[in-house]
């Protein structure tokens, strides 16, 4: 399954502080979100914000910073007759598959016994994607610039924007434009933020999707379908392989 | 004098005896059914004087629309079937005094013009309907310009998918002194119809699965609905343009969807609402033009909105309530607030109790900012547990600028209200 550098990070990562800690941490939120909430799709409601937050920081930073960090390993790989793209590939699917792991041990184990029926599948499928977008986009983030400093400020103002600045500005176009029938654009909007995407798609799966009124209904309407369903999670799809083959692109070209 | 005394008390209490006697010995029963003196429930009823009984048998019985005109009680026994072939109108009531038990009344006629109904009682006192069972009919008990009626122990039940392709389970129009006790009503328009009904009583009915409201009241003044279970119905519990009801005891259940509420409440004043408890619903209570009315004691738990209170609603007190779980406790939609909230128990309440006197030191808000928004434009909802959200709702609580000033619990309980 594994080839040898794939094999060779994935250990690497697996043995890192910051991993261990992510995973100690998201376990944690985890089991006590269940335990004190006596209702458990509140539990998951509480759960879906830590994901949302804390899953996509993580990935980015630390993707980004370990790429910094093992430039001289890259080096010392390009000097070996190994195709580039091969190298970057295993970088990739080495810090997706632990920080995958880590979000499966530490989040999926309480979900999987909490949480009951298609919630918990989609949360962690939710978790899973979210977590390849963020890896995709730490090494959009590491490649762009050569200068460290630089790149991990660009991927926190990343996360920054994902998080907090894109739903902020659709809050200001809803009030500029609360008097044009926006709901249908909405559907297109959410798309372009992976993060508002997964967060829209957990919260369909629950009852308070019924709160989401009119708009919630078009959602509903298209992602609550199989066709439409396919189309999130293609978008989300998107959101790890457009970033990525931009990167494996600069990179495979990059004068080093 | 003295002699004559007894004597008269004898004669008056002897013609007494004789009237009591003659008139038990008048009333008779008549026996309808296969291998009865009578075989259709029409010739039973014709033959019948006031004041018989009338007894169907075990059978099933298409007779078109059967009148009932004088005072009579028709019982069932081994529940008849009464069928009405989708055609007309089953059994019509136009005497008073009337009972009616023990029946199967199914397939009534279906017309919006005249509006069948399994049973309907016409311009008449004092008609017993109980323990019947109703199967798909348009309207399932129908009363207009009644009084004094009682409905109990009838189970209701059709299976509509459109509203105006089926009338409500008990339909009361322009009656007055009715009670309605221990009903079942289920996949009607709505469960429980009031129309102009004033001084009745609506008491441990369910009403679950209706397509439209569980119950629902129009200009029905001085009523009461006391522990009903309403669940899962279309949009809940409406009660408009009305005044002093009282609303104890019941259950509102389940009642989720885009445009259900747990009770709707619009242009109602001087009205009491105890005792009731709000679960599961999209919101508890809506209220809209809601003057005068008292909120007390009762449980909102795990409902979308625990209650939502337009600006047009004025000196109504809400006091002493639960609000558990709710998404929203209070939304509104102005920054208008002429009503108070007093000693109720909220647990999103984050304040501290020096003194330990069960009462929080800091006044509670229970409005976030997220839902002032939400109110003002309803697609920000899509917005919902999104970070930004939960940051603007931090920083409002801490200090309040866009949320009303006065939309506030200034003594909020530290513990709930055990109920």
Not at chain 1, 97 to 109: D, E, M, R, T
Not at chain 2, 250 to 271: P, R, V
Not at chain 2, 319 to 342: A, C, E, K, P
Request: glycine share 8%; aromatic share 12%; charged share 15%.
């Amino acid at each position: 399954m594994f080839n040898k550098i794939q094999r060779f990070i994935v250990a690497d990562i697996l043995k890192n502080r910051i991993v261990l800690a992510y995973t100690l941490l998201l376990g944690v939120l985890a089991w006590s979100v269940f335990s004190l909430e006596d209702d458990s799709h509140k539990g998951v409601l509480t759960l879906l914000n830590i994901v949302l937050l804390t899953t996509p920081l993580v990935s980015i930073i630390f993707t980004t910073i370990y790429l910094y960090n093992s430039s001289e390993f890259i080096e010392l790989l390009l000097s070996q007759p190994i195709r580039r793209a091969r190298i970057w590939t295993g970088l990739f699917f080495g810090l997706f598959f632990s920080l995958a792991l880590a979000f499966i041990v530490g989040a999926g184990v309480p979900i999987l016994l909490f949480v009951t029926g298609a919630k918990a599948i989609i949360l962690l499928v939710m978790g899973i994607l979210i977590t390849a977008v963020f890896v995709a986009l730490g090494f959009l983030c590491a490649i762009i610039s050569r200068d460290k400093a630089r790149g991990i400020g660009i991927a926190i103002l990343l996360w920054l924007f994902f998080s907090l600045l894109f739903d902020g500005l659709v809050l200001f176009l809803l009030f500029q434009l609360s008097d044009y029938p926006i709901e249908k654009a909405m559907v297109g909007v959410s798309a372009l933020n992976p993060i508002d995407l997964a967060r829209i798609f957990i919260i369909l799966q629950l009852d308070v999707s019924a709160m989401l009124g009119y708009t919630g209904a078009i959602f509903k309407d298209f992602f609550g379908t199989g066709l439409g369903a396919a189309i999130g999670f293609g978008l989300l799809c998107l959101w790890v392989l457009v970033p990525y083959l931009v990167s494996l692109r600069m990179f495979v070209r990059k004068d080093l | 004098m003295h002699t004559m005394c007894p004597r008269l008390i004898k004669i008056v209490l002897c013609t007494l005896m004789t009237g009591l006697l003659m008139h038990v010995g008048i009333s008779r029963s008549l026996h309808v059914g296969s291998g009865h003196p009578y075989v259709s429930v029409k010739e039973g009823i014709a033959a019948a004087d006031q004041g018989d009984t009338v007894i169907i048998h075990a059978g099933t019985y298409k007779e078109g629309n059967i009148i009932v005109d004088k005072t009579i009680t028709l019982m069932g026994m081994d529940w008849p079937v009464l069928d009405g072939q989708l055609k007309y109108e089953v059994l019509s009531v136009k005497a008073n005094n009337v009972v009616v038990t023990g029946l199967v009344i199914q397939n009534s006629g279906h017309a919006s013009l005249d509006d069948p109904g399994g049973i309907k009682v016409y311009d008449s006192r004092g008609v017993h309907i109980i323990g019947n069972r109703l199967k798909d009919n348009f309207f399932g008990i129908y009363l207009q310009y009644s009084k004094h009626c009682i409905i109990k122990d009838n189970i209701v039940k059709a299976s509509g998918t459109e509203e105006q392709q089926i009338g409500n389970g008990i339909h009361c129009w322009k009656s007055d002194s009715l009670q309605i006790v221990g009903n079942t009503i289920s996949g009607h328009r709505d469960g429980i119809y009031f129309e102009f009904v004033t001084g009745s009583v609506i008491w441990r009915n369910i009403a679950f699965d209706n397509i439209r409201y569980g119950l629902h009241f129009m200009f029905s003044n001085d009523d009461a609905y006391i522990t009903n279970l309403f669940r899962n119905n279309g949009a809940g519990v409406a009660v408009m343009f009305t005044k002093n009801v009282k609303m104890f005891n019941n259950t509102f259940e389940d009642n989720w969807g885009d445009a259900a509420h747990g009770l709707l409440l619009k242009e109602i004043s001087d009205s009491y609402i105890f005792n009731n408890r709000f679960i599961r619903n999209t919101s508890g209570i809506y209220m809209e033009g809601t003057n005068r009315i008292i909120v007390e004691k009762n449980i909102f738990k795990a409902n979308g909105w625990g209650m939502k209170i337009q600006a047009s609603c004025m000196d109504n007190v809400i006091r002493q309530n639960n609000f558990m779980q709710n998404t929203f406790d209070i939304s509104t939609n102005g920054s208008l607030v002429l009503n108070t909230f007093d000693s109720n128990y909220w647990d999103k309440y984050e304040g501290y109790d020096l003194n330990k006197d069960n009462v929080g030191d800091v006044p509670y808000r229970p409005l976030s900012l997220f839902s002032v928004i939400v109110e003002q434009n309803p697609p920000a909802m899509l917005l919902y547990r999104s970070f930004i959200v939960t940051l603007l709702d931090r920083s409002e609580k801490i200090i309040p600028t866009l949320t009303p000033d006065n939309f506030i619990d200034q003594v909020p309980l530290m513990h709930v209200i055990p109920l």
